[in-house]
């Protein structure tokens, strides 16, 4: 099973799920809460990785 | 208004069954659905990263980190906590130390160097993927122990009930306040 670069980036969708339910498990009993927390989380860290992504890609565009 | 508790049961021996299968503690502790949330995303993890190493990314082998760092299986540091499913690597690791023959079939025992060589030259990136999915699975199992045995962080109160403000019991056409008049 061989992947393209591009395809390799889709694998970090179900590990970042994963990270953001666990740890808000980890952190209420509630359901509501839970659901809320690891949807923000999993905004947080998608949004911290498409903007380094971005960053990484602009500056190598420029070397 | 007292605070909500959750029933750890016995934390200790939660969290060793929390270590044995991810969400085995919870379901002990009668809580149901976490116990389903921790297994599907971890054990799922494990899994999805074992079939992209092909299975021969778990292994262990006893060698001094400092002075042979190569060959240091520093991913099994957390591969470890997954629990019983990565076991039987820090058994095969600890038998081929003491020169015995592999046993269980030679499950997650370490593959020779030219098996190794060969799958990362066949999968490239996806072997190291991969060790980083079993990885984090298995650090994200510690934190399924520790709420097992200490409990989640926050525990919520239930909001009370919105209370309306108290009004004065007057009628509609209403009184006229003292000297009003």
Known sequence: MTLS???????TIPLVVAISLVYSASR?????????????????IMGILIGATAVLLVINTQV | ?????????????????????PGLGHFYQGRTGKGILYAVCI??????????????IVYWRWVNPLSNPEKFCLYYLGQFFVGLASLPA?????????????ILGGIL????????????????????????????????NILAIYDAYEGPAYLEVEEPVAERPVEPAVPSGGIPAEGSA
């Open chain 2, 90 to 102: 820090l058994i095969q690791g600890t038998l081929h130390y003491f020169g015995f023959q592999p």
């Open chain 2, 109 to 140: 025992a370490e593959p020779s160097q030219n098996v190794l060589n060969a799958l990362n030259s066949r999968l490239n990136k996806l072997v190291e993927i991969g060790s980083i999915y079993t990885c984090i699975a298995g650090l994200l």
């Open chain 1, 28 to 44: 209420h009993e509630s359901w509501r809460r839970i659901w809320g927390h690891s949807f923000r989380l999993c905004l947080w």
């Open chain 2, 43 to 56: 054990l799922g993890l494990y899994t999805i990263g074992m079939v992209m190493g092909e299975g021969k």
């Open chain 2, 1 to 21: 208004m007292s605070e909500p508790t959750v029933n750890l049961r016995n934390p200790s021996l939660a969290a060793l069954l929390a270590w044995a299968v």
């Open chain 1, 5 to 11: 670069p591009v395809q390799i980036y889709w694998l």
